[in-house]
């Protein structure tokens, strides 16, 4: 079992690698969201940043999952879900939202909760 720690290192690694995409590219987001070979990789580390949470949550990890708005961790569920059972269906200017308003502001609150 990862630790509560482990977990945020894990979830910023990803948002790291979301990060890594956008600026490895000379796309715009909306671009980076609907490029075929981008799409799925962001999507899957929206995915795996949402496991991330749902695990903080499994393992009852409640002091580490108040610092985040629940608006955004229910935000970042829903969005996985989609993902995950609906993918065709999923709105792009969702997953735009996500990566300039959510996961900025989720990077932000793990940084000074690891130092």
Do not use: C
Not at 1 to 7: A, T, Y
Not at 39 to 53: L, S
């Amino acid at each position: 079992m990862s630790s509560p720690q482990q977990r945020l290192k894990n979830i910023k690694n990803s948002i790291d690698d979301i990060e890594f995409i956008l600026n490895s590219v000379e796309f715009k987001i909306t671009q980076a969201i609907e490029d075929k070979i981008l799409k799925p990789a962001i999507r899957m580390h929206i995915i795996k940043i949402a496991e991330q949470f749902s695990k903080l949550k499994d393992d009852n990890a409640f002091d580490v999952l108040e610092k985040f708005s629940s608006n955004d961790l229910k935000g970042i569920s829903a969005v996985r879900n989609f993902i995950a059972h609906d993918y065709d269906s999923v709105d792009d200017s969702i997953i735009e939202d996500v990566l300039r308003i959510n996961m900025p502001m989720i990077k932000a609150i793990i940084e000074r909760e690891l130092i």
